[in-house]
């Protein structure tokens, strides 16, 4: 089945006592049984849930994957992956990852003995040199956040499989349209399905796809016995969403192309980050791994100031100011004040990250307004 019927059909089956052509909202928290252990395979909703099921079938087959799980949060999913580990181990992890997991990992699991080691992965002799006898599991954000630059997963999961170490990859930046890690050598890949699995804005989610049966099985566990379940309606909402992942970022693509093309040709911006451009420093590893290159593109300006920015930000009309990505609705932020705040400014600074950077998600508005809306911001600052 190709990704456009997949996302429609696989494991979705009209439900069996009504037909319902679309998987119903079981809103239930247990189920009644015959006898005591005579059941219909569900007893209690932590451990299974029909919409729950359906869903993690479906985004198994949207990445490649045998076995998918279903969580309350793209940051639950990551809880769970590192419950996999004892105290001593290390994670490598991407330098630029998501905040959300930087703060997961060196506030929280640091105090349970888990070792975040944090590397720019777009060079291969610095993860080399930052392996040991205790690392574990490389994880890897591509395109990172905001700067967009590409790690290459093949590579690395060469790297890992010769010395026993597991690869998840947060593919939240690309949704399985764009990207599938599980064919590229990863162990596991996971996606705040807030973003563009969901796309719409009204969920939070995530997820967990490996092929690995002992995974799933010690996941399946936690999954139960942590209890960081999503609630059926958002299962129902998220299941929805999918149905036109496909559409919409396709779409969301295209306007983004659009998008970095105009902005690179305006006066007051100094540079564009967007991986589909070919003079892009990884262009050549996002045409390899990437079947288009993205919805989001950031930008500096030439003034390099924040007050510049800052009238950018509220000046335009189209894109909302607001954290988040991967919305049917396009979005401006300010990652030097929003998403990146914890980051000292030198540290940020030293990949790009400067206070007059802008990240835009692009949505799948006429991409004729979206220009319109830039160009009339973009006119308070030239
Ligand atoms: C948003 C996000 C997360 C966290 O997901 P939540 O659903 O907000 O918990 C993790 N990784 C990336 C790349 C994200 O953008």
Not at 99 to 108: A, D, E, F, V
Not at 114 to 126: E, I, P, R, Y
Not at 141 to 163: F, G, R, Y
């Amino acid at each position: 089945m190709k990704f456009g019927t997949k996302v429609i059909h696989a494991g979705i089956k009209p439900d069996p006592s009504t037909g319902a052509i679309m998987t119903p909202i079981y809103q239930t928290s247990t189920y009644v049984q015959e006898a005591p252990g005579k059941h219909k395979g569900y007893e209690y909703a932590r451990t299974q849930n029909p919409t729950r099921s359906v869903l993690e079938e479906n985004l198994a087959a949207l990445e490649n994957g045998k076995y998918g799980l279903c969580y309350a949060s793209g940051l639950a999913a990551m809880d769970a992956i590192l419950k996999l580990f004892a105290p001593g181990d290390e994670i490598i992890c991407t330098n630029d990852i998501y905040g959300g997991s930087y703060r997961l990992l060196t506030k929280i699991f640091s105090v349970f003995g888990l070792k975040g080691v944090f590397v720019d992965m777009t060079n291969a002799s610095d993860l080399s040199e930052a392996i040991t006898s205790h690392t574990k599991m490389i994880w890897i954000e591509t395109p990172t956040n905001p700067m967009l630059s590409i790690v290459d997963i093949e590579s690395v999961c060469e790297i890992a499989s010769k010395q026993d170490i597991l690869v998840c990859v947060d593919n939240t930046f690309c949704s399985p349209f764009l990207q599938n890690p599980l064919d590229l050598g990863a162990d596991l890949v996971t996606h705040s399905a807030t973003k563009y699995i969901n796309g719409h804005s009204d969920v939070i989610h995530g997820c967990i796809i490996t092929n690995n049966e002992v995974l799933d099985e010690k996941l399946r566990f936690l999954q139960n016995a942590a209890g960081a379940v999503p609630g059926p309606m958002d299962c129902f909402l998220v299941l929805r969403g999918i149905k036109t992942l496909h559409l919409r970022v396709e779409r969301s693509c295209q306007n983004a192309q659009k998008i970095a093309e105009f902005l690179r040709d305006h006066p007051a911006v100094s540079k564009v980050y967007y991986p589909g451009f070919e003079d892009h420093p990884n262009h050549s590893i996002a045409k390899k791994q990437m079947s288009m290159f993205g919805g989001m593109v950031s930008f500096d300006l030439v003034s390099n100031s924040y007050e510049m920015a800052e009238k950018i930000l509220s000046g335009t009309k189209l894109f909302s100011l607001a954290e988040s990505l991967g919305g049917v609705e396009s979005l401006i932020g300010h990652p030097a004040s929003m998403t990146h705040a914890s980051i000292p400014k030198e540290e940020r600074e030293k990949v790009g990250l400067t206070d007059s950077l802008i990240r835009l998600s692009v949505g799948v508005e006429d991409v004729d307004d979206l220009l319109q809306d830039l160009d009339k911001a973009l006119k308070l600052v030239s």
